[in-house]
């Protein structure tokens, strides 16, 4: 099968410059995850979405990030303004349920750089 | 708050020899409880969970609630094996995993 697909791979951007990235998951994955992995940390839980309804954005900083998921397949991630802490790895995963039986699939991730 | 710590960030051992990777947690009740790996240059991946029991290519994991911890073990490590896991509870059915900030292991000949 096909794997998580994610876009761009890399993006070098300025402080309070605006940045999107896109993932497409896994056919018939109805939860979608995106992940923001700061360098030498493990991957933070931004958002989780089943189908196009999300399930927990607790740990999205709303003032500057947002996700949508509005057919309930691919998914973008924006920031905007971007700020320096920023930079990261933006991984996006999904899978087959939402109570976590099913294992997490991960994409590449995209590479934000912000100058 | 809830907390998962991997107390070592780097790991080096021999060929053959055991490995044991430690993964601590602070939740109360019976969270679910994964590792997951990431070899060089390939994505993030499930290596094992709990529930289901299993030994993944030799790995095993066993759950001590009375200290909370959940350490990965496997008791001939093999090159293939350098990695980075990743330790990642689940609090409770459907509530999002959290990630330690893993471990890199190094398996030298």
């Known amino acids: 099968e096909a794997g998580v697909a994610q876009s761009p791979r890399y993006k070098i951007i300025e402080k309070r410059q605006s940045v999107a990235f896109w993932c497409n998951p896994i056919s018939g994955h109805a939860t979608l995850y995106w992940y923001q992995q700061i360098l030498g940390q493990g991957p933070k839980l931004l958002i989780q979405?089943?189908?196009?309804?999300?399930?927990?954005d607790s740990q999205l900083p709303k003032d500057r990030f947002s996700a949508e998921r509005l057919k309930g397949v691919d998914s973008t991630l924006k920031i905007q303004p971007a700020k320096l802490e920023d930079s990261a790895v933006y991984l996006c995963?999904?899978?087959?349920?939402?109570?976590?039986?099913?294992?997490?699939?991960f994409g590449d991730g995209t590479r934000l750089s912000i100058l | 708050a809830q907390r998962v710590t991997q107390p070592e960030k780097l790991l080096s051992v021999f060929k053959g020899a055991p490995v044991e990777l430690k993964c601590n947690y602070s939740?109360?009740?019976?969270?679910?409880l994964f590792w997951y790996v990431q070899y060089s240059r390939q994505r993030l991946q499930l290596l094992l969970r709990h529930i289901s029991r299993e030994s993944i290519k030799g790995f095993t994991a066993d759950l001590n609630k009375g200290e909370t911890s959940f350490h990965l073990k496997k008791p001939f490590a093999q090159e293939e094996d350098s990695a980075m896991y990743y330790c990642a509870p689940q609090e409770t059915s459907g509530s999002r995993l959290t990630f330690g900030e893993g471990t890199q292991l190094t398996v030298n000949p």
């Open positions: 939740y109360s009740g019976s969270p679910e």
């Open positions: 995963a999904s899978s087959l349920d939402l109570e976590g039986h099913q294992p997490q699939h």
């Open positions: 979405f089943q189908n196009n309804g999300v399930v927990d």
